[in-house]
Structure formats: C-alpha cells, structure tokens
C-alpha cells in the first residue's frame, strides 16, 4: 500500500510499505478515504519530536471499516468511521475518568507516571513517533487501528469527509481549550495562532456564547481566514501588540479567557536560540508569555499547543500574582467527539470552510512543504488516498 513516510527532519515521500494487518483480536483495519495533516505532524517533520526509524505519518483520518478482529462486537465491515488521534483501552484508571490520552495499556513501553519528552509518556497516538506507542499513521491507504471498540464512531449521515474529517482532532482541541477555559456567555477570548486548532477555537468560542473573539497572529493570510470564518477581530503581531490592543479593549483588565493554540513553534529571536543551546530546550514559551499578560487576574490560560520540553525562566511569579488558572495537555478526544458530532449534523457549527488545499497522498511531500513554510496560503491541507485520490482531490478543489 502506499503511505507518507518519515524519515528524518524534514524528509517525508510516498512510499509502499506493507499492508496494514491485524495483529490483536481488538483490532480493525480501516481503508482511509481522506486524511489531514495536522500542525503537530511538524513537530516530528521539524525534529522538535524525535523519530529515528522510518514511520508512516499522520492522525487525523477516516474511512471505511475493511477487516476487524475476533474481539470486535461494535463495528462492521463497510462502516464509515472518523477515528480520535489518541489511542486508548476504554478499560483502564484514566480511560474510566475520560482522559484517554492518558491510557495506560496503549503504550506500554514508554507510559508512566512522571512524563516528559524523553521520560515517561501517557498514551499512544497514530502516528506520532515511536515515544507515542510507534503506531503507524493515517496518511496511507489503509491503518490498523488498535481498540476499534472504543475509539471509532460511526458517520450515519450523509455528511461529505470534509464536513467530519476534523472530529478526529482540531474541532474537539478547539473545543476543549475553550472548553477548559469555563466559557458559558459573555466573555472576551483571544486566541493566539489561526491556525486549524486556533480557528476551531474561535468557532467554538462563538458557539459558546462569547460577547467578544480576539485572532492574533504574525501571518496575515491566517488573519484573513480568522475573519472570514470565524468573524474575530484580528491583531497582526508584526504590525500592533496583542497585549496593549486587548488591554486597551477590555478597560485595561485583558481578556477573561487566553488560549494558547501555538505552543513550542512559536517564532524566536537569533538571542533564543542561542539560549535553547544553553539551556537544552527546544522551541519557545512566547506564545504561553503572551496569554499570561494578556489575560486578566483571575483569567484562564488554557493551553493546547504543544510544549515537549523543560523551560528555564518560566514565569510563575506572573501566575501567583495574577492567580491565573493554567490548563493544558492534549484534548480529551473520546470524551466530547459524540456531542460535537451531534454539532456538525445538526449545523451548529461548520469545520470544512478552513481547508485550503485538497490534494491526492501521492501530493503529501509537497503538502508538508507548503504547510511547513507558510507558502500558497496554506491553512489545512485534506489528501485522498487509493486510486481515485487524485480525481477526487481535483473535483474537490473546485469547491474550496
């Protein structure tokens, strides 16, 4: 089958690799009728995440239930099914209390208790190196998806793969910082990054009741899409300073609710770099540092961009001070992705209006190109894979 594999930083093709098989009664397999790729795909692509062997990449998918094993009760051959990016056993301590990234039976080799980069690790996820569990992705033909009894749901309706696709990760990380950030009505959101996850929040801050959205980012094309789909007032980072404007907004307070959809990959100076070589980080805390002076005393920093690393200097004076409530980790996926399908069939909320670009798998070097680089205005990026992806990647491009 064909797939988009990694191979180093920087370095992903379209290879044939072996056919996805079962190898646990638990199992299905499941033919993969669009894919996305996802920002935290760049942390490997970037070498921010480390991966040595070859892997086939991706976590946002779905398709076609094509084989299961002799445990499955809950799916059939011919369902249609989104799948969540974490994988989880539905059976254990942290499955029982709806943290599924936290499952301790889908990562067996690297789980434990004390987390980090390079420690212990929660639970697996598609796609996502070998720290997560070395589950090969969803940008290829076909998966093999572990637990199928608990992660896949079932897609009824007529709703198109665009419409859904993104049940599987940005919609429900978009959900869950606004989520975490206890918005019931009234209140002012800034959200820094438009990208997917950013723009997601921003839709789910609306839907949510808030009085007032703030989109703050240093490309102006993401700032476009923040206004045209998400209606949010815009701050370019190279033209205002988000933490002045949103003060001066808000009688001087900040914003009730600041969400950090960047994390690590924020943009840094030649001088912070040079103190990662020191300090022996990767990445930045500048988008963390902004949402902590932008918000409010008694605010809520809600953090779903990825941060893989220790920081030196990191500002909890600034926390105690302001009494900031910090939440943070990966989204609870399992947990909300039934309601907020419920979300999508019945209109609340659209998810397909963000993507850019459709393109066929045999397309995906130069998606992660683009994507990397900020070029041809690329905000998301769908691929089809099998035979008819490149027809049908160009049909679909009609309608973007």
């Not at 795909?41 to 040595?52: E, R, S």
């Not at 808030?210 to 240093?218: G, I």
Request: hydrophobic share 40%; with cysteine.
């Amino acid at each position: 089958m064909k797939a988009a594999v990694f191979h180093r930083p920087g370095k992903i093709s379209v290879d044939d690799v072996p056919d996805a098989s079962l190898k646990d009664p638990q199992d299905a397999i499941v033919r993969v009728t669009a894919t996305a790729i996802c920002g935290s795909d760049l942390h490997m692509y970037n070498g921010f995440i480390p991966q040595v062997r070859p892997m086939v990449m991706g976590h946002e998918f779905m398709g076609v239930v094509e084989e299961v094993g002799t445990g499955i009760s809950k799916l059939k051959v011919g369902d249609r099914v989104i799948v969540p990016f974490p994988i989880a056993c539905g059976g254990c301590f942290f499955c029982a209390h709806n943290l599924p990234g936290h499952c301790e039976y889908s990562n067996i080799e690297k789980y434990g208790p004390e987390g980090g980069l390079l420690t212990q690790k929660g639970g697996g996820m598609f796609g996502y190196s070998d720290l997560y569990g070395g589950y090969d992705g969803g940008q290829a033909e076909y998966v093999r998806v572990p637990f199928a009894d608990v992660g896949p749901r079932r897609i009824d309706s007529s709703l198109a793969d665009d419409q859904v696709l993104f049940l599987t990760d940005i919609f429900p990380t978009g959900y869950t910082a606004v989520d975490w950030g206890g918005v019931k009505g009234g209140e002012t959101v800034a959200v820094f990054g438009c990208g997917p996850v950013g723009l997601m929040a921003q839709k789910v801050a609306w839907a949510r009741g808030a009085r007032r959205v703030f989109a703050v980012d240093l490309e102006e094309y993401r700032l476009t899409m923040a206004r045209e789909v998400c209606r949010s007032e815009t701050i370019n980072l190279h033209q205002q300073d988000p933490i002045e404007v949103i003060r001066e907004l808000t009688e001087g307070r900040g914003a009730d609710v600041c969400i950090d959809a960047v994390g690590q990959e924020a943009e840094r100076s030649m001088w912070e770099r040079i103190a990662n070589v020191v300090h022996l980080q990767v990445g930045s805390l500048n988008a963390l540092r902004m949402c902590l002076s932008a918000v409010r005393r008694g605010g809520v920093v809600s953090v779903v961009g990825v941060y893989a690393v220790p920081y030196d200097n990191f500002p909890l004076g600034q926390i105690f001070d302001k009494g900031i409530t910090l939440r943070l980790g990966q989204a609870p996926v399992h947990a909300c992705v039934d309601d907020l399908l419920q979300w999508v069939e019945t209109k609340k909320i659209r998810l397909d209006d963000i993507i850019t670009h459709r393109l066929p798998l045999s397309a995906a070097s130069h998606a992660y190109d683009i994507f990397n680089r900020k070029q041809d205005g690329c905000v998301k990026v769908v691929m089809y894979p099998g035979e008819t992806g490149e027809a049908e990647a160009k049909d679909l491009a009609g309608l973007a």
